[in-house]
């Protein structure tokens, strides 16, 4: 089982960095480990080592760390000295590419990975301009690129260090992961990534020769509802994926400008048909209109998971650019595309484990096959009332159908309710009260008893795309 840890890092003084931590209770079961660490999160680590986990811990720094009179200290070799007090005289270079140095500080060395964050406030005479919301939103990608990447099923978060900023960051964008994850895992929720809190007995002020290692599970849960709402979708076009992909206002003039604008416009342009497709398959589950969602060309699972890193790399090129300032990012058009394409990487392995998929129009889908896939379908989902509506429908389109001569052509529904009456508009209103078999697009034909649907060759899908859209809360 793979575990990752994130804790704030200290570059505390090795001469009393180094304490006695221990454990005694681990999820109900009585243990007995202890061992001396630099921080809690390594000592975690090392214990769930022993367990049989594949542990991993990735700290988190605040780039300020560096600026700390008290650290040249302590810092070895002489050249890190020299260059930490060259830092202390030009900034500007380290802000830029805090890595390069913070890479080379000869403390917490048994850490697997590290996390750079930009930093608030003034330090040192140094001001540093930050939003909070990038701070969260560097916490959420680093976490989410490397569940997809390589995923884990226990992510902990130790709080035993670091300023209160930085833990609420890493607490926030624990609860945006909790619900990123659910949503990818309707289909068994056992792949969701339990989340847990892990903190030590105080030890600023104590007197304590050993440290208890404390951890507190959370429990958080995800709706079928769409962070994305109507005017977003249907009057606003999706608008906020320009505050993701915006074209920058620095651009040179001539080819080459045009060229920058090009490939921004196309990467929005896909990151749009992905949210836009989520929100056409979400609101067709919500709206109870099963039948469309045979029509759909929606993407592969592979498809959705490589916008995501692409957007989570969009992000991480605008926060790389300088430490000095973050970039001030629109946190919550990264959530909604964010959560709204994990959402949508749940909704196809739900639809492909029943088969919804393109059908043979020749041929059409047995109304019965439609009523079982989503009986299913809706229990996943939990929207249960959805499956009542839709038992209805088809029982009353059985009992009607059933009372007519076997229909052996492809037949207007209109022209079986009506024979006098000709195909018009299909009406809005009568489309989701009849779960999608609105009497003017659908079309019927029977075989062995057997009663197969489809849409007519002639029905105008972006209308009812549109209607999905305006129908999406």
């Not at 226990?154 to 994850?181: K, P, Q």
């Not at 939990?382 to 509506?389: F, L």
Request: net charge neutral.
């Amino acid at each position: 089982m793979k575990a990752l840890i994130y804790q704030v890092g200290r570059f505390d003084n090795p001469k009393d960095s180094v304490k006695n931590f221990f454990i005694k209770d681990f999820h109900g079961e009585k243990v007995d480990y202890s061992n001396w660490a630099e921080l809690s999160s390594l000592f975690l680590k090392d214990f769930l080592l022993q367990k049989g986990f594949e542990a991993k811990t990735v700290l988190v720094y605040p780039v300020s760390i560096v600026f700390n009179n008290k650290f040249v200290n302590y810092i070895t070799p002489d050249s890190m000295k020299s260059e930490l007090l060259s830092i202390f005289e030009t900034p500007s270079m380290y802000l830029k590419n805090p890595d390069d140095f913070i890479s080379k500080i000869n403390l917490e060395n048994k850490r697997d990975d590290k996390l750079i964050v930009h930093s608030l406030g003034e330090y040192m005479g140094i001001s540093l301009d930050a939003s909070y919301d990038d701070i969260v939103l560097e916490v959420l990608f680093d976490i989410t690129k490397r569940y997809l990447e390589e995923p884990f099923k226990r992510l902990y978060i130790d709080i035993s260090s670091g300023h209160n900023i930085y833990i609420s960051a890493m607490l926030e964008a624990s609860r945006h992961f909790a619900v990123f994850s659910y949503l990818m895992h309707w289909v068994d929720e056992k792949n969701v990534p339990e989340i847990y809190i892990s903190f030590s007995d105080p030890i600023l002020g104590s007197s304590a020769s050993s440290y208890e290692i404390h951890i507190q599970k959370q429990n958080f849960t995800a709706f079928f509802a769409s962070l994305i709402n109507r005017k977003e979708a249907s009057e606003h076009n999706f608008s906020f994926l320009r505050n993701i992909y915006s074209e920058p206002k620095d651009v040179p003039k001539g080819a080459e400008g045009t060229k920058i604008k090009q490939q921004i416009r196309e990467k929005r342009k896909k990151l749009r048909e992905k949210v836009e497709m989520f929100c056409y398959l979400f609101s067709a589950i919500k709206n109870n209109v099963p039948l469309y969602l045979y029509y759909q060309h929606y993407h592969s699972e592979g498809e959705v998971i490589e916008e995501i890193l692409k957007l989570i790399e969009n992000a991480k090129e605008k926060l790389l650019k300088d430490f000095k300032s973050s970039a001030y990012l629109d946190k919550g058009a990264y959530l909604k595309a964010l959560l709204s394409l994990g959402f949508y990487l749940g909704i196809i392995r739900v639809l492909e484990m029943f088969n919804i998929t393109m059908f043979c129009q020749d041929r059409g889908i047995e109304l019965d096959t439609i009523k079982k896939n989503f009986i299913g379908i809706y229990d996943i989902f939990k929207i249960p009332t959805n499956y009542v509506m839709l038992g209805n429908e088809i029982s009353n389109t059985e009992r009607f159908l059933n009372e007519l001569d076997d229909i052996k052509n492809w037949t207007g529904l209109y022209k079986l309710i009506s024979p006098s009456s000709s195909q018009t508009d299909p009406d809005e209103r009568n489309y989701f009260a009849h779960s999608g078999f609105e009497r003017n697009v659908t079309e019927v034909r029977m075989n062995e008893g057997k009663i197969f649907v489809r849409y007519a060759h002639n029905t105008n899908m972006n209308i009812i795309n549109c209607w999905l859209k305006s129908r999406i809360e």
